[in-house]
């Protein structure tokens, strides 16, 4: 059986990872509803480019909840900083006034040059179309992430204003058979894998920091049989920071996804979670060792590093750090 077969399944990993750090959105936990009514939304929307290879963007939601994101990388990765704040605007206005304190200001206004109506409605929803408007804010944009990460000062921006009616949307029964199907495909791989004399692996490697902050290490690994060289392993590394500056909430976050190679190694391939050593690549620094020195005691040791945006040099071992092991679907978040 080909190793890229289990692939898939690494998303389960990933998503592990981000729900740990508080990062990932909440999960809709209703799969049995019939329908549900959708209220009406707004949202606006501009993106620029900051220094440092940083883009900017800003989006307002039902003219209250503003968010600022900059961010650098691609999708495996990646550097975040993302600032949140109600920030409530005037009723009917396309205007973005904002007051972000050290970190700046916006005071925009919106010239629409083009209305156009969606072409579908998303599956399985009745009601109107969603109008899109295209155009420029004008006005003032400064931002100044901390110690100067990255900044933008313009003029204005191109972006859009989406308006959203209410709709009915119906939940389609198509949807949980299909993730049934994909759950016991994947369970049929793992077991035709063990039954060829092959191992799966997956181990997740945690740690919490005095700082608000956690890092995450989760590794797949798949030999076909034993005794032969046919394997293949691959690890990811999520790292998150939450400050609350006053009104605002940041999170800081920095990525590096889907990794092939030996960054993360297991010290026992029969006693996976007894130890690990672990060197991700940038903008993580340095490397650490984990062992299980008994049922109670373990030991986190070396100089792991990693650079976030908003946050700068953040240490990942050492005094205030507690870190634990395990095989992902044993897991519990934060342990």
């Known amino acids: 059986m080909k190793a890229k077969a289990l692939l898939p399944l690494s998303a389960a990993a990933i998503a592990v990872a981000l729900l740990s750090l508080g990062a990932a959105p909440a999960i809709a936990a209703s799969a049995q509803a019939r329908a549900r009514r959708t209220p009406p939304s707004v949202e606006q929307q501009f993106t620029l480019e900051g220094t440092n290879g940083f883009s900017v963007s800003v989006k307002v939601r039902n003219r209250r909840r503003l968010t600022l994101s900059a961010s650098k990388g691609s999708l495996f ?14 009723p009917g206005s396309d205007e973005i006034v904002a007051r972000l304190g050290r970190l700046g200001r916006i005071d925009v206004r919106f010239v629409p040059k083009s209305v156009k109506e969606a072409k579908y409605l998303p599956d ?14 004008v006005g003032r944009i400064a ?25 009915i949307c119906h939940t389609p029964a198509s949807q949980a ?38 890092f995450i290490a989760v590794r797949l690994a798949i030999q076909e049989k034993k005794n032969t060289k046919k394997s293949f392993s691959m690890s990811s590394f ?12 940041e999170l800081s976050t920095a990525t590096d996804l889907l990794e092939p190679g030996s960054n993360f190694k297991v010290t026992d ?5 007894a130890g690990a050593v672990i060197e991700p690549p940038p903008p993580f620094s340095g490397s650490a060792t984990f062992s299980r020195e008994s049922a109670h005691q ?12 908003a946050v700068g040099d953040l240490r990942l071992t050492g005094p205030g750090t507690h870190a634990w092991m395990c095989e992902l679907q044993d897991c519990k978040a934060g342990e």
């Open 77 to 90: 990765s990646s550097s975040q900083a993302r600032y949140e704040l109600l920030a409530p605007q005037a």
């Open 124 to 137: 399985h929803c009745r009601g109107d179309k969603t109008i899109i408007e295209q155009g420029r804010f």
């Open 143 to 167: 931002f100044r992430g901390e110690r100067g990460f990255t900044r933008v000062h313009a003029a204005g921006a191109t972006g859009l204003v989406t308006k959203i009616p209410p709709r």
């Open 177 to 214: 058979k299909k993730e049934r199907r994909q759950k016991a495909a994947a369970k049929r791989a793992k077991e035709e894998l063990a039954g060829g004399g092959g191992t799966f692996q997956e181990i997740a490697l945690g740690v919490r920091t005095g700082r608000k902050a956690g």
């Open 238 to 249: 999520v790292v998150g920071a939450r400050i609350h500056r006053g009104k605002i909430k």
């Open 269 to 273: 391939p029969q006693h996976p979670t």
């Open 298 to 309: 373990v030991s986190w040791t070396g100089d792991l590093r990693v650079e976030l945006p």
